[in-house]
């Protein structure tokens, strides 16, 4: 995906000035790359995910994937939001047959892919459950599978754990690490977390408050496979801390 020099303003309401919230916004993600956005809050990333997702018309710039222009189009990439949101009236398996037979296959092939799957992140016992009985980390590994498996070569994936503990987010961090490293998919991230964009992404985007803008762009050096051990690493905490000092908020601004 590229998105080229994407400008989004909103209207003011009743009277109030027009609200310029991403100026100028231009990087790419390639096959099989994790790349992750962090930026402080209300600087417009999530308003970068529904330009990219077509549910809002940028003012200027374009998007392409594989070159084509996807501005105002839906169904191009595969969305994993902050909140689960499966659908509570369906089961598990049935939550994940539904985006797999939206995506063409047969039922009988949904299903059987549903189940091989749950079975191999551990959530089996699970499938015939319907999603409110489930704990939010497994409620997160549902929705997960479920942008996994949807045919969309590109995951975006909305600061997809910032609801959990911090147990359970680092048992998902190690999770989806090892899931993904074994079933490279191109990911666009969003985190507030610079220890998570560490250990997940292979280039991290810094952006600046609003109107944002990317700022600085790291690229990740760690090799993979890696693991939380990375965090006591003596380059992990160095990077870590030129981040953290990219974004504090006199930093941030410009
Ligand atoms: N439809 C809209 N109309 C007017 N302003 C909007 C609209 N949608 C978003 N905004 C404004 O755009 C700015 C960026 O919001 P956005 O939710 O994209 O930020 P964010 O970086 O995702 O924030 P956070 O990190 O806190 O989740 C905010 O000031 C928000 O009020």
């Known amino acids: 995906m590229e998105v080229s020099a994407l400008s989004k ?3 003011g309401k009743r ?7 991403l100026d100028n916004v231009s990087f790419r993600v390639d096959d099989g790359e994790f790349v992750t956005l962090i930026g402080p809050s209300g600087s417009g990333k999530t308003t970068l995910f529904h330009l990219i997702g077509g549910l809002e018309l940028p003012t200027s710039g374009d998007i392409l994937l594989h070159g084509r222009s996807t501005v105002g189009a839906r169904g191009h990439i595969a969305y994993m939001p902050q909140q689960a949101s499966l659908m509570p009236w369906l089961t598990v398996s049935a939550n994940i047959e539904l985006s797999l037979t939206i995506a063409g296959l047969g039922k009988r092939e949904a299903r059987g892919l549903a189940r091989d799957w749950l079975a191999r992140i551990g959530l089996d016992a699970a499938a015939d459950q319907y999603p409110d009985v489930l704990s939010g980390g497994m409620q997160q590994r549902v929705s997960f599978l479920r942008a996994l498996l949807s045919p969309q070569r590109l995951m975006c994936l909305d600061e997809p754990f910032s609801a959990l503990d911090a147990l359970t987010r680092q048992h998902m961090q190690a999770w989806l690490l090892s899931l993904w490293e074994s079933n490279r998919r191109s990911v666009l991230f969003v985190t507030h977390s610079i220890e998570e964009a560490l250990l997940l992404s292979d280039r991290i985007l810094v952006m600046s408050a609003a109107p944002a803008s990317i700022v600085r762009e ?14 006591s690493d003596a380059a992990f905490i160095r990077l870590k801390q030129e ?12």
């Open 9 to 11: 303003r909103f209207p």
């Open 15 to 21: 009277g109030t000035p027009e609200k310029a919230v």
């Open 218 to 231: 790291v690229a990740v050096p760690f090799p993979r496979p890696r693991s939380e051990a990375l965090w």
């Open 243 to 254: 981040l953290y000092d990219m974004l504090r908020p006199d930093a941030a601004r410009g």
